[in-house]
């Protein structure tokens, strides 16, 4: 390569760096002087400057004047509200993951706007009230996320008569959750008390119990797993204790609930194990290896009724109050078997899944304004 073909290429590359620095100082050039006659309120000349920035940003190669959404808050302030309220026209200027850049004297005026309330007093100027909530949500939607406009559909959502502006608004930021009621994880602990019935209860009487639940709640259709402990001094000889443990499975289905109570029925497959253990002794004490035990599988009903006082966000506590009968086979160890009736009071919390709630466009089915 020789001298004038390396001289030549330099050239253009500092005709280059030249052309950008060039574009670089109109561009901030313009971005002051817009700013600078905003805080003057000097809005005719204002039209003319933004004018001649929109005709530089058309032309420019690196550097420009507006930058994501700032033309929609230019527009604001030379009250083009008609402009704003075109779906058509904002649609591609609007870019919902770039939110206002507070260092921008631009954006903060409209803030304080919106704080103070004057946008409201100004956009009264705008006859259509679909079209002044419409450019009052498109301007907070720069400051605020998906969960907070959202909000501000919902609040003006019967103002927001053209659909095609609805529609827009829904798609570009609705975002809402809910906690779902068909679908939780909940745990209960209680104190249960057992009444046997037929030839048991000639061998035994009332049974203290302790019950531990952990349900899951599928489309309302209840899945538990149960476990309970109970026993009592055994009738003759009553140096005997006996005790009862069960392992269970309840499948059922929720048929009534509301905020603060549920009702479900289930049904009951599961196994148990009973023992006698003599009196004083602990359960694993030697002095027990030669009592009697019996392992059996077993069958029920039962009803569950959960009422709940506190509301945490996703989490909800309360009692549970059960009741149901289930079979206790005890040939070898009482001589005897049929069925224990059983209630008990328990503790209980749920833990709510949550799900995204769509937007609900019924209101318009109906003809409501």
């Known amino acids: 390569m020789d001298f004038d073909e390396t001289s030549a290429k330099a050239k253009i590359v500092a005709n280059y760096r030249d ?3 060039k574009e670089r100082f109109y561009a901030m050039y313009y971005r002051n002087t817009i700013e600078d006659l905003l805080n003057k309120g000097e809005i005719e000349r204002l039209k003319t400057v933004v004018e001649e920035a929109e005709l530089f940003d058309r032309n420019a190669s690196t550097f420009h004047v507006f930058y994501a ?6 527009k604001y302030f030379l009250k083009d509200y008609d402009f704003l309220a075109q779906v058509d026209y904002i649609k591609d200027l609007l ?3 770039i939110h206002a850049d507070m260092r921008s004297a631009l954006y903060r005026t409209l803030k304080r706007e ?3 309330g ?3 007093e100004n956009l009264r100027e705008v006859p259509n009230e679909s079209d002044r909530v419409f450019v009052y949500i498109i301007l907070n939607s720069l400051f605020e996320n998906k969960k ?4 501000l559909i919902e609040k003006y959502k019967y103002q927001l008569t053209d659909e095609k502006q609805l529609y827009f608004l829904v ?3 609705w975002q809402k959750e809910d906690f779902d009621t068909k679908n939780y994880a909940a745990f209960s602990w209680g104190a249960a008390i057992i009444k046997p019935v037929g030839s048991l209860a000639d061998k035994v009487g009332w049974m203290p119990g302790m019950y531990i639940g952990i349900d899951f709640i599928r489309n309302d259709f209840l899945y538990e797993w149960f476990m309970d402990i109970n026993g009592c001094q055994n009738k003759e000889p009553d140096s005997l204790q006996f005790y009862d443990m069960r392992w269970d499975f309840n499948f059922g289905y929720t048929f009534i609930k509301n905020k603060n109570v549920f009702f479900y029925g289930y049904a009951t497959v599961g196994f148990g194990m009973n023992a006698f253990n003599i009196r004083g002794k602990s359960v694993g004490d030697k002095a027990n290896d030669d009592m009697p035990y019996q392992f059996y599988p077993a069958f029920g009903a039962g009803a569950i009724v959960d009422l709940f006082f506190t509301d945490k966000g996703r989490i909800h506590n309360g009692l549970r109050f059960r009741t149901g009968i289930r079979s206790i086979f005890s040939g070898d160890v009482l001589k005897a078997s049929g069925v224990r009736l059983y209630a008990s009071i328990e503790w209980t919390f749920r833990e709510y899944s949550k799900k995204q709630v769509d937007f609900d466009y019924s209101f318009r089915e109906k003809g409501v304004k």
């Open 19 to 21: 052309s950008l620095e």
């Open 69 to 74: 959404n700032d033309i929609l808050v230019i």
């Open 95 to 97: 870019n919902s993951s």
């Open 114 to 116: 919106i704080e103070t």
């Open 118 to 120: 004057k946008i409201e």
């Open 148 to 151: 907070g406009v959202s909000q």
């Open 171 to 173: 798609t570009r930021f």
